[in-house]
Nanobody, 120 residues
Framework: QVQLVESGGGLVQAGGSLRLSCAASGRTFSRNTMAWFRQAPGKDREFVAS????????NYADSVKGRFSISRDNAKNTVYLEMNSLNLEDTAVYYC?????????????WGQGTQVTVSQ
């Protein structure tokens, strides 16, 4: 059974930092793109960042560019999201996603999410 388990969420003051982790089990994602998405209350789920299997290509939503950094450790089957200069608009449930093997760009695997709450 494939599982993606996020951790590292919590309550942080505006301007603060958090580091999210996503540990995968049940299969390796070392040859797959991994990504982070988020969903704020009352809003649709949105893309945050993605990283190619080698780490050579990283993409970010405009809203997080320069503040968030995605990385991965294929030996640990884990992907990270370093979040700095957090603001109230970053409050959301953050989901880790793994690309499937059939269609590029389709994320077939999802974690359960971790809550990030930014306070004033």
């Amino acid at each position: 059974q494939v599982q993606l388990v996020e951790s590292g969420g919590g309550l942080v003051q505006a301007g603060g930092s958090l580091r999210l982790s996503c540990a995968a089990s049940g299969r390796t994602f070392s040859r797959n793109t991994m990504a982070w998405f988020r969903q704020a209350p009352g809003k649709d789920r949105e893309f945050v960042a993605s990283i190619s299997w080698s780490g050579g290509t990283r993409n970010y939503a405009d809203s997080v560019k320069g503040r968030f950094s995605i990385s991965r450790d294929n030996a640990k089957n884990t992907v990270y999201l370093e979040m700095n200069s957090l603001n109230l608009e970053d409050t959301a449930v953050y989901y880790c996603a793994g690309e499937g093997d059939v269609v590029i760009g389709v994320y077939d695997y999802w974690g359960q999410g971790t809550q990030v709450t930014v306070s004033q």
